[in-house]
């Protein structure tokens, strides 16, 4: 529901309006000039850092551009020192679960909650680096 979009916006402010640039990056796909994914890297405190809006738009699915965004966020958090990543989703997300297992995410906590106007299974990941 519309409560999806409010989250969204609130992550999107709170990064332009907390913004560290030694710390945090945001990634946009773009594809024949249209916006097409994001996935922002922000910090997180404690040399940890979190993955967010993992986003991939239906006709951009299957391409492998949520493989190279993730990987592009390790890759980037290990070279600003991060000692950790963590990443909040939800069960039903089965791609983008497969996404953070293959680069060695690991299931750390469950929790049943009601949002987006749906009875979800919330998860949270970490990622040593």
Request: proline share 2%; charged share 30%; with cysteine.
């Amino acid at each position: 529901d519309e409560s999806f979009e409010a989250f969204v916006s609130q992550i999107c402010a709170d990064f332009i309006n907390q913004y560290d640039p030694q710390k945090e990056r945001c990634w946009v796909a773009e594809m024949q000039d249209e916006q097409i994914g994001s996935i922002f890297c922000v910090n997180a405190g404690e040399n940890v850092a979190k993955l967010r809006m993992l986003l991939v738009a239906p006709k951009a699915r299957g391409l492998g551009l949520g493989t190279k965004m993730v990987k592009e966020c390790i890759r980037f958090a290990r070279r600003v020192g991060y000692k950790k990543i963590t990443l909040w989703t939800n069960d039903i997300l089965i791609d983008a679960r497969k996404i953070y297992e293959k680069q060695g995410f690991k299931l750390v906590k469950e929790e049943s909650h009601h949002s987006f106007g749906h009875d979800l299974v919330g998860q949270n990941w970490d990622l040593m680096l």
